[in-house]
C-alpha cells in the first residue's frame, strides 16, 4: 500500500521538525523518523487506529505528542495531517 500527504499536512511535518530542532540539534530527525514509523505501522494495518470522524482515523507518533491523522482510499493511505495534540483538536476536518 502506497501514501501520500495533503499539502498542508506536509507542510505541519515540516514546520514540526524545524521546531523540533531549534529545540536540541537531531530532535527534528528523530521527530521525522517517529512520524515515518508511525505511517509504517498505518500502511502494515490500516484499521487498527480508532475512528475520530466517519472518515478518518488517527495513529499516536510515539515519544511526541503527535498524532497522524489519515483516511483509507481506495488501496492508499492519504495522510490528512501531523497534529499537535495539544492544540485545536479538529482543524484538519476541512481538509477532508
Avoid at 26 to 33: H, I, K, N, S, V
Avoid at 78 to 93: D, F, G, T
Wanted: a positive charge.
Amino acid at each position: 500500500m502506497k501514501f501520500y500527504f495533503h499539502p498542508q499536512a506536509e507542510v505541519e511535518l515540516d514546520v514540526a521538525v524545524d521546531y523540533y530542532d531549534q529545540c536540541e540539534f537531531g530532535l527534528g530527525l528523530e521527530f521525522a523518523e517517529e512520524v515515518y514509523s508511525t505511517i509504517e505501522r498505518i500502511l502494515e494495518y490500516p484499521s487498527a487506529s480508532p475512528k475520530i470522524s466517519q472518515n478518518a482515523r488517527r495513529c499516536l507518533v510515539s515519544r511526541f505528542p503527535y498524532g497522524v491523522i489519515y483516511q483509507k482510499q481506495s488501496g492508499r493511505i492519504r495522510i490528512v495531517a501531523i497534529a499537535n495534540l495539544h492544540k485545536r483538536p479538529a482543524y484538519w476536518k476541512n481538509r477532508i
